[in-house]
Nanobody
Framework: QVQLQESGPGLVRPSQTLSLTCTVS??????????WSWIRQPPGKGLEWMGS???????FYSPTLKSRTSISRDTSKNQFTLQLSSVTPEDIAVYYC????????????WGQGTQVTVSS
C-alpha cells in the first residue's frame, strides 16, 4: 500500500520560494524501479509535470521550470521536497507528488494534492 502525502504552506508571497514536502509510505524512495515526481494543475488547465528525483538522487526537470525548480530528498525520512523560487500568480495550482514507474512509464500512485495560492 503505497501512500504519498503533500505538506507545506498553502499561501506564498510573490517572488518568494514555495517549499513542499512529500512523505512516502509503503515503499522506499531508494527503490531503483521508481522516480518520484512533482506535478501541478493550475485552475482550468491540465496537469504539468515539474520534475522528478530517482533512487540515487538524480533529478530531472521540465525545461520550462528548470531554472526555478529544485527537488531534493531525505532518505532517512522517506521524503522528497520541492522548491519553486520566484513565484507569481501563474504558479497558483494544486500541487501533487506522485510515483513514476519505469515498468509502465506512468505515474501510478499520487498524493491527494495541496492547493497553493500566491498572494501579497
Amino acid at each position: 500500500q503505497v501512500q504519498l502525502q503533500e505538506s507545506g504552506p498553502g499561501l506564498v508571497r510573490p517572488s518568494q520560494t514555495l517549499s513542499l514536502t512529500c512523505t512516502v509510505s509503503g515503499d522506499s524512495i531508494t527503490t531503483n524501479t521508481y522516480r518520484w515526481s512533482w506535478i501541478r494543475q493550475p485552475p482550468g488547465k491540465g496537469l504539468e509535470w515539474m520534475g522528478s528525483i530517482n533512487y540515487i538522487g538524480r533529478t530531472f526537470y521540465s525545461p520550462t521550470l528548470k531554472s526555478r525548480t529544485s527537488i531534493s530528498r531525505d532518505t532517512s525520512k522517506n521524503q522528497f521536497t520541492l522548491q519553486l523560487s520566484s513565484v507569481t500568480p501563474e504558479d497558483i495550482a494544486v500541487y501533487y507528488c506522485a510515483r513514476w514507474t519505469g515498468t509502465t512509464m506512468t505515474h501510478d500512485y499520487w498524493g491527494q494534492g495541496t492547493q497553493v495560492t500566491v498572494s501579497s
